[in-house]
C-alpha cells in the first residue's frame, strides 16, 4: 500500500516474525557484517546502490591500466549466494525514516528492527566543491575507470599536437595529497610512462612525463612513523617524482592548479589533476538526523551504535570511533571489517539471548603502502621493511584479501607477468570522450580535409587529389 508519502511499503517477508536486520552498504564494514551473521535466525537485507563489492585498495592498479575492474570487484549477489537469511537490494538510499524504522530506498519502504549503517566516504575537496569537476578522485570503480581513460588520453593527444607548451602540459600530472592513496598513484603513474608505454609512441616519449605529488603537510605518508616517511620520499623522487610539501591548493580548474607554498603563488599548468587529499563520510548523519564531527561521521559509542539510536550501528568510515583504549580508529579496511564482525556478535547476542560483548577494541595490524615497482614501506608493532620486502609483502596481504575466487590466484599471476616484462594489458580507453578530446578530434579533422579542398573552391566541394 502507498503511505502518505507517496512511497510503497515492500511487503513483509513470509518469516515476518523474524527480526530484519537492513545493512546499508556492500563495502567491507557491511559485507563482513552479513557475512559474520550465517546461521542468525533473522531476516537481513544489504542495500548498495552498486551491485558489487570492490576491493578499493588495488584500486589505484585499475586507474593505471595494472589490473581490470573484473580483478577487484564482486557482484554481491554471488558473494552471499550461500547464506539463505541473506537477501540483496540494489537501491540508493535518499532518508532514513528513525520513528518507523524504515529505510527510505527509491520509490519504497524497507522496514528494520536493527539497522547497521557502513555507507562509507566521498571525496572531500575542503569547501572547494567545484573543484571536482577537474581534479578527479579515486573510490570507485567508475573513478578509476575515468582517470585511466583521461591518462592515457593525454597521451594520445600529446602524440598529435604541435605545440610543445601544450605538450608539456599534457605530459604533466598531479596529484594532490600524499597519503597512502596519492603516494602509490604516483608511483604507478610514474612506472606506466616511464616503462610500460616507453615504446609504444613515435613522435613523444612517454618517459617526460612529469609526475607532481602536493601535500600540505610537512611529510608524505604522515600516517606512518618519520623513518618510513622519509624513506617513501625519496623513493618517490628515485622514481622522478616532484614531492613539494607544506604546499597548499588554492586553485583548481580545467587548465591545473595554483599552489602556495608560502613564497606566493605558483600556476603548474597540467591535463590531468587527481585527488587524494581528503574524505567525507556518506550523508548518513543527516539521514540519522544526529550530531557528526566535521567530516561528517557520526560518533558512536562503545557497543558501535548510536546515542539515543540503540538499534541503530554505524561503522567504517562514516563512524568516528574510539575504542575501549581511547584511541581514535583510522577509517580503513582492516577496522571497517572488525567493526562490521563485532557488530554481527552484539546482533547474536541481543537476538539470541547471548552474553554481549565487552566494548568494541580495534586491534592494529599494521600500516602498508607501495611506491610503485620494487618499493614499498610496511610498519607493523615490532617490525619495519622498507623496499622489496615491504612491496612483496604488499603485494601478498592484499591478495590474501581478495574476496572472489579464483581472482586471487589471477591478480597473483598476472603481477608475476607482469613484473618480469613491464606490460600493462589493461591499457584501454573505453567510455565517453572529454568534450575537449572531442574538440580535438574535430580539429584533427578539419584540417584533414582541407587538404582534399581546392582553396579556390569557395564552395567547399571535393578537388580530385589526383
Keep these: 500500500m502507498a503511505d502518505g508519502e507517496g512511497t510503497v511499503a515492500l511487503p513483509a517477508a513470509p518469516s515476518s516474525r523474524r527480526p530484519r536486520v537492513v545493512i546499508l552498504g556492500a563495502g567491507f564494514g557491511g559485507l563482513f557484517a552479513a557475512k559474520a551473521m550465517k546461521g542468525l535466525d533473522a531476516d537481513i537485507t544489504v542495500i548498495d546502490r552498486h551491485n558489487h563489492h570492490l576491493f578499493q585498495p588495488l584500486l589505484h592498479q585499475v586507474a593505471t ?6 580483478d577487484i570487484a564482486w557482484p554481491v549477489r554471488s558473494v552471499l549466494a550461500r547464506q539463505a537469511n541473506v537477501s540483496v537490494r540494489f537501491g540508493t538510499v535518499s532518508e532514513i525514516d528513525t520513528v518507523r524504522r524504515e529505510v527510505v530506498l527509491d520509490e519504497a519502504r524497507v522496514p528494520y528492527d536493527h539497522l547497521v549503517c557502513a555507507t562509507g566516504a566521498r571525496h572531500s575537496y575542503f569547501g572547494h566543491d567545484d573543484w571536482a569537476r577537474h581534479a578527479a578522485g579515486l573510490k570507485s570503480v567508475d573513478d578509476a575507470t575515468m582517470i585511466r581513460r583521461q591518462l592515457l588520453l593525454a597521451f594520445e593527444r600529446a602524440e598529435t599536437t604541435e605545440n610543445p607548451v601544450e605538450r608539456d602540459r599534457l605530459l604533466r600530472v598531479v596529484i594532490v595529497g600524499a597519503g597512502p592513496t596519492g603516494v602509490e598513484l604516483a608511483g604507478a603513474i610514474a612506472e606506466l610512462a ?12 612517454p618517459r617526460d612525463t612529469q609526475v607532481i605529488l602536493i601535500e600540505a603537510g610537512s611529510r608524505v605518508l604522515s600516517a606512518f612513523g618519520e623513518a618510513s616517511s622519509d624513506y617513501a620520499r625519496r623513493a618517490l623522487e628515485r622514481k622522478g617524482i616532484g614531492v613539494r610539501l607544506d ?13 602556495d607554498a608560502g613564497q606566493g603563488p605558483e600556476r603548474i599548468e597540467s591535463e590531468t589533476v587527481l585527488w587524494a587529499a581528503g574524505v567525507a563520510a556518506s550523508p548518513v548523519g543527516r539521514w540519522l538526523d544526529v550530531a557528526t564531527d566535521r567530516a561528517g561521521r557520526v560518533p558512536v559509542q562503545e557497543d558501535l551504535s548510536v546515542e539515543a539510536l540503540p538499534d541503530v550501528f554505524v561503522i567504517g568510515d562514516a563512524a568516528s570511533v574510539t575504542d575501549s583504549a581511547g584511541h ?10 572488525q567493526q562490521g564482525r563485532y557488530v554481527a556478535r552484539v546482533l547474536r547476542a541481543r537476538l539470541g539471548g547471548g552474553p554481549t ?55 597473483t599471476l598476472r603481477w608475476l607477468w607482469e613484473y618480469a616484462t613491464y606490460r600493462r594489458g589493461a591499457r584501454l580507453i ?5 568534450v575537449e578530446s572531442l574538440r580535438d578530434a574535430s580539429s584533427a579533422t578539419d584540417k584533414a580535409v582541407e587538404t582534399l579542398v581546392d582553396p579556390r573552391d569557395s564552395a567547399g566541394t571535393r578537388s580530385d587529389p589526383l
Excluded: Q
Design 194 to 205: 616511464h616503462f610500460t608505454l616507453a615504446a609504444d609512441f613515435r613522435r613523444i616519449d
Design 357 to 411: 560483548p565487552g566494548p568494541f577494541h580495534y586491534r592494529h595490524a599494521g600500516n602498508l603502502a607501495t611506491i610503485g615497482r620494487g618499493a614499498g614501506v610496511a610498519e607493523f608493532p615490532r617490525l619495519r621493511l622498507t623496499g622489496f620486502p615491504a612491496w612483496a609483502l604488499w603485494g601478498v596481504a592484499h591478495v590474501y584479501f581478495l574476496i572472489g575466487l579464483p581472482s586471487p590466484l589471477l591478480v
Design 430 to 434: 573505453t567510455g565517453p570522450m572529454p
Design 328 to 337: 581514535a580508529v583510522p577509517g580503513i579496511a582492516p577496522a571497517a571489517k
Design 247 to 259: 604546499t597548499r591548493v588554492t586553485v583548481c580548474d580545467a587548465h591545473g592548479v595554483e599552489i
Design 65 to 70: 591500466a595494472g589490473l581490470a575492474p573484473s
